[in-house]
């Protein structure tokens, strides 16, 4: 029962170097989102996907980069990555909003940029 | 401008008590309120949610209160364990929106 599945767990980065975050859901799901968690500021949006082939703005999506691949994977891309993008970042997957389904999240990446 | 507080960034209780686990939002809009639980170094878990056309939500020991008048949400977690001890996220969504507004969240201790 792997759910959302996220690759790698732990990142450390050097300031301008690349990364893309890597996430899979097996739930059948059409939306997927990424969030970003810092202390004291909850779980923030940056991106999400309502379906396969599109692709959404969220909260905080300065400095990355999204792309649905598939209705399974949405990966996280940081093109040149800077010390704020230091956190823990999240990827869930849901349904529609209609639905009133929960999102379903995975265990997350923390990404340390030096 | 956060639109969904938890004012209380920890919380102790008492094994066997109640837990009580409060959250207020500015945003009329919202029709969509849920809690998920977190671990540490895991992924938050959903753990109970309430539509806006409902008061109150009851899932065995974990019971959702939602007051629009005064918008507030409430976790009521009766009795508490030590293993309910993690952080509690309230969020909230718009109708038709796929965006969740979280919580900081609250520090749930359980002491037994």
């Known amino acids: 029962n792997a759910g959302v599945t996220q690759t790698p767990k732990f990142q450390v980065l050097k300031t301008g170097q690349s990364m893309t975050l890597q996430c899979a859901q097996d739930m059948n799901h059409n939306s997927m989102y990424w969030y970003r968690q810092d202390p004291g500021m909850g779980l923030r949006l940056i991106y999400y996907s309502a379906s396969e082939g599109t692709t959404d703005k969220g909260e905080v999506p300065n400095g990355y980069n999204v792309s649905r691949l598939n209705k399974r994977e949405f990966s996280l891309r940081l093109e040149s990555a800077a010390p704020s993008q230091t956190s823990v970042y999240f990827c869930?997957?849901?349904?529609?909003?209609?639905?009133?389904?929960?999102?379903?999240f995975g265990d997350g990446t923390r990404l340390s940029i030096l | 401008d956060q639109q969904v507080k938890q004012n209380s960034p920890s919380l102790s209780v008492q094994e066997g008590r109640i837990s009580i686990l409060n959250c207020d939002y500015t945003?009329?809009?919202?029709?969509?309120f849920l809690w998920y639980k977190k671990y540490p170094a895991e992924g938050p878990t959903f753990l109970i949610s309430i539509s806006s056309i409902k008061d109150k939500n009851e899932d065995g020991r974990f019971t959702v209160f939602l007051n629009k008048s005064a918008k507030h949400l409430s976790l009521h977690i009766v009795p508490s364990q030590p293993g309910d001890s993690a952080v509690y996220f309230c969020?909230?969504?718009?109708?038709?929106?796929?965006?969740?507004?979280f919580g900081t969240g609250t520090r749930l201790k359980v002491l037994a």
């Open positions: 945003n009329s809009m919202f029709d969509y």
């Open positions: 869930a997957s849901g349904s529609t909003p209609s639905s009133n389904q929960p999102q379903h």
């Open positions: 969020a909230a969504s718009e109708p038709g929106t796929y965006k969740y507004i």
